[in-house]
């Protein structure tokens, strides 16, 4: 038995393991504290509280509060900051995308019947296209355009759509599916790394100084947090992609890719709207239509 394939074959293992579990803890902390901050009582008279509400799990009940001033400086020291979720979960991603994709890249990444290039060019392109999207996106959210929600989000699709259809013309079908995710999941990433903590730092260590912390800093780590509250259900589906080649491998898939984007969008609209106490059923009941719609459309519309 050679050591070299059966370490690899371990490695692999053991990555996506992590990477799944990660992911799991990534997104559940996400889909909690936006929950929260929507649901929490912000009617409240009160200096020091910005809103509170009750939970209960396990048996006991909990009492949850925000606040508008930081806590005594003991807390300050044990505060929990949830980092390492998204931290390992690129890690571990980029571990497996080093030793799966890029180590065997002539085989999985390059299509000849796609485009022939290298498999070094190969790689390089996928680098590439990571830190490029990287710094478009993070460009347009320091932008005069991330104040209209609504054209910054056209925006936004619209490049979704065009990197999704390029990356369909440079790579096999599945690694160009995949490719999106990556893209996707380093914005994610990024936001968490470059933003929301570094943001997060600079209030606690001005609570310790005694100082009053920039509010734009909460606002600006919110902002990127719930960016990558909505992009959790596309990534998701991106993950799992291997296990469905019929969408995978079809003709337009960089189409359904970015009509899978639209509808897991509003879906992940309604539940926030839902957490603020704000029913608006027929958003969800259109994202399930349009997707049993897509459905038909690829039955009729076989690749």
């Known amino acids: ?13 053991l990555l996506r393991w992590g990477h799944v579990l990660f992911a799991i803890l990534w997104v559940g902390n996400s889909f909690l504290f936006n929950y929260l901050d929507n649901k929490l009582n912000k009617n409240i008279s009160s200096e020091d509280i910005d809103g509170e509400g009750y939970l209960m799990h396990s048996g006991f009940y909990y009492k949850l509060t925000r606040l508008k001033k930081s806590p005594p400086i003991t807390y300050l020291n044990q505060l929990v900051i949830f980092k390492w979720q998204s931290y390992l979960t690129f890690i571990s991603g980029m571990l497996l995308l080093a030793i799966v994709y890029y180590y065997n890249s002539g085989v999985l990444m390059v299509d000849k019947r796609v485009l022939e290039i290298s498999p070094f060019y190969a790689i390089i392109i996928s680098i590439s296209s990571l830190a490029v999207s990287w710094l478009v996106y993070d460009l347009l959210c320091k932008s005069n355009l991330i104040k209209n929600d609504i054209l910054f989000n ?34 994610m990433f990024g936001n968490v790394f470059t933003v929301i903590i570094p943001n997060q730092m600079n209030i606690i260590n001005s609570s310790k100084k005694n100082e009053k912390f920039d509010n734009s800093l909460s606002l600006a780590a919110k902002q990127r947090s719930i960016h990558n509250n909505y992009s959790t259900f596309l990534v998701l589906f991106i993950m799992l992609s291997g296990h469905y080649s019929f969408i995978v491998y079809h003709k ?39 997707l049993v719609a897509l459905a038909v459309l690829l039955l009729i519309f076989k690749s």
């Open 1 to 13: 038995m050679e050591y070299l394939p059966y370490t690899l074959k371990w490695l692999e293992l």
């Open 154 to 187: 056209l925006v936004i699709l619209i490049l979704l759509v065009l990197i999704s259809f390029g990356l369909t013309k440079l790579f096999g079908p599945k690694f160009a599916f995949l490719s999106v995710g990556l893209i996707i999941g380093t914005n």
């Open 252 to 290: 337009y898939n960089w189409l359904i890719l970015s009509l899978v984007a639209i509808i897991s969008v509003a879906a992940r609209h309604y539940f926030n709207l839902r957490g603020r106490n704000i029913h608006r059923l027929y958003i969800l009941i259109c994202s399930i239509l349009s």
